[in-house]
């Protein structure tokens, strides 16, 4: 069985998980990797794509160190992947949104490099193999190293007590496989941070599967607010959750300000409301939702400003106003015929936001 690299400690915590192999090229590869020295490799407009093979499954906290770049500032696209496949779909082999935990929610993220040096996600992705680096912008970017910086110390089969040994090597590899998933489930005390960062601006929440409170079940008609600062894209919020656990509306506003090369503005255009029924606004195989519906705002939401967002619930739909003023009249009866209990609903805060405290007020 292929084993994945582990480079030595940063003085943050366990070793690092860096790849095996990898491949530069315009698009990811499967056959014909390099192996992987820890040799800078640089992307450009010719040689945009970096495919990493770690080896094995890891899990822990991306990050990208960044030798140098040329231009003001680079994006880079990076996906996730357990199988090889997911690295050619959009959404890579994600969003996992099935609970609201640690991990991140995407299984792809962008990276906005505007200085030499590491960058790494605020969030951990629990589980792959493959990755790809991809170069958006009209520039270069040498890369110095890339990896996982793990929030569990996993330690290698022979180093722990007992051992096992078959003649077939697959079985042998199977028993420490155990060992490794074992210690991978087990978390240490004050290990994992924290998703919300509170600060004396409020609390930054970012982009993640948020938790659904069972006590919202028994609620009528009800009117929620809060106060929300954007830092970057735009923030969202869920009302009216249902006992099956969640499958219902969503919301999502977005600013009209800069947004980051490869958003994707047919699912979520800039200066919007944004509104879906389901699981999500995702449209996935097995989690079917509705059509997305879109709402241009009618005044510029601006990132870095504090709005108050008030969403009331009706019998015939949802009244969302801002700063009250009234941006938006969402009738529900046609979401009706996507009803369907067996499906989860989530909604998440894209990129950053700022949500300071929520009120839920009984009429």
Not at 31 to 57: E, F, H, K, M
Not at 200 to 229: E, H, V
Not at 298 to 310: A, D, G, I, K, Q
Request: hydrophobic residues 35%; contains cysteine; aromatic residues 10%.
């Amino acid at each position: 069985m292929t084993s994945h690299s582990v480079g030595a400690s940063d003085g943050s915590g366990p070793a690092l998980y860096l790849p095996v192999a990898y491949h530069l090229g315009k698009q990811p590869i499967v056959d014909g990797l390099q192996s992987y020295s820890g040799d800078s490799l640089t992307l450009d407009t010719s040689i945009p794509v970096l495919t990493l093979d770690y080896g094995a499954d890891v899990a822990g906290f991306p990050f990208v160190e960044v030798a140098s770049l040329t231009g003001s500032a680079a994006q880079i696209e990076l996906k996730y992947s357990e199988s090889f496949d997911g690295l050619d779909m959009t959404f890579s082999d994600g969003p996992w949104l099935f609970t609201n935990g640690l991990v991140k929610s995407f299984r792809t993220e962008t990276f906005n490099i505007s200085q030499a040096g590491r960058t790494e996600s605020l969030s951990l992705q629990g589980g792959q193999r493959w990755q790809t680096i991809n170069l958006l912008t009209n520039t270069s970017v040498t890369i110095k190293s890339a990896g996982f910086r793990p929030s569990v110390d996993i330690k290698p089969a022979s180093s722990l007590p007992g051992a096992f040994s078959a003649s077939i090597e697959d079985y042998t590899g199977l028993s420490d496989l155990g060992a490794r998933v074992l210690q991978a489930a087990c978390v240490g005390k004050n290990s994992q941070p924290s998703t919300w960062k509170v600060t004396s601006d409020g609390a930054l929440i970012r982009g993640q599967y948020p938790a659904k409170s069972a006590k919202g079940t028994t609620f009528g008609n009800y009117t929620m607010a809060f106060s929300t600062k954007i830092v970057s894209g735009g923030t969202g919020w869920r009302v009216a959750v249902g006992a099956n656990g969640g499958y219902g509306p969503y919301f999502l506003v977005t600013t009209g300000g800069p947004q980051l090369v490869n958003s994707n503005q047919s699912l979520v255009p800039v200066n919007t409301l944004t509104y879906g029924f389901g699981f999500t606004i995702v449209n996935q195989t097995i989690l079917p939702s509705a059509p997305v519906r879109h709402i241009p705002l009618p005044v510029t939401l601006s990132e870095n400003e504090w709005y108050r967002v008030t969403t009331t619930i009706n019998s015939t739909g949802y009244n969302i106003e801002i700063n009250g003023m009234q941006i938006a009249v969402v009738p529900s009866a046609e979401d009706k015929q996507y009803l369907d209990p067996c499906l989860v609903c989530w909604v998440g805060q894209i990129n950053a936001t700022f949500f300071p405290h929520i009120e839920e007020l009984l009429q």
